[in-house]
Every structure is written in C-alpha cells, then in structure tokens.
C-alpha cells in the first residue's frame, strides 16, 4: 500500500492561484489512480478531480471544470492539482486519495483505499 503526503496548501486570494502536491511512497505509484476531494467547514467531503494510472484520462465535478487542472508524474510518484481563479468557496481541506480501481461509484463516494492528512487552502475575498 502507498502512503500520502499533501503539501501546497496555504491562504490566497480570490482569483489567485495555488499548486497542490501529492508524494506517495510504498507500492508502485503507477499502479493506483489518484485524485482530490475536499472539504469545507461544516460540510461533508467531496470529491474534486481523479486521473487515471497513466494520466491518461481525468474527471472533474463540474465546480472545478475549467479552473482546475489535475495531472500526473509516475516518475516522481506525485499528483498535482492545480487550481487557478480561485474563489471563496473553494476553502477546504484537500485530501488526495489513491485507489487501484477507477470504478466512479468508489471515487463518487469515497470509497477509497489510501488518504493523505490533507493539507489546508484558504481563499479570501
């Protein structure tokens, strides 16, 4: 199993931009497919943006389309996400998440085998 550590998270202003990073250690890297969920203050997770094993494919919830860029580097065994026009309600917790599957129904809900400890973005107005 891999393990994950966030980092890239911090405070920023609206319409500003941050890269988050996600490091993993352990199994191969490359075997899992990766993403992002969030969550805000008194709010449940959610989920952000996944991409698949070889970064080949990616999914968006439609709140980040277009503003947010997820990606890859098998290399370096680390997930990106980069978030651009960034907006007040994207104040959350960002967790990164690894699965060997990409069933939507596991990545929709949650359930996940591997989470970091998520790492803090703040945006303000």
């Known amino acids: 199993q891999v393990q994950l550590v966030e980092s890239g998270g911090g405070l920023v202003q609206a319409g500003g931009s941050l890269r988050l990073s996600c490091t993993a250690s352990g199994r191969t890297f490359s075997s899992y497919a990766m993403g992002w969920f969030r969550q805000a203050p008194g709010k449940e997770r959610e989920f952000v943006a996944r991409?698949?094993?070889?970064?080949?494919?990616?999914y968006y919830t439609d709140s980040v389309k277009g503003r947010f860029t997820i990606s890859r580097d098998n290399a370096k065994a680390t997930v990106y996400l980069q978030m651009n026009s960034l907006k007040p309600e994207d104040t959350a917790v960002y967790y990164c998440a690894a699965d060997p599957s990409l069933r939507p129904g596991n990545w929709y809900r949650g359930y996940l085998e591997v989470w970091g400890q998520g790492t803090l973005v703040t945006v303000s107005s």
């Open positions: 991409i698949s094993w070889s970064g080949g494919s990616t």
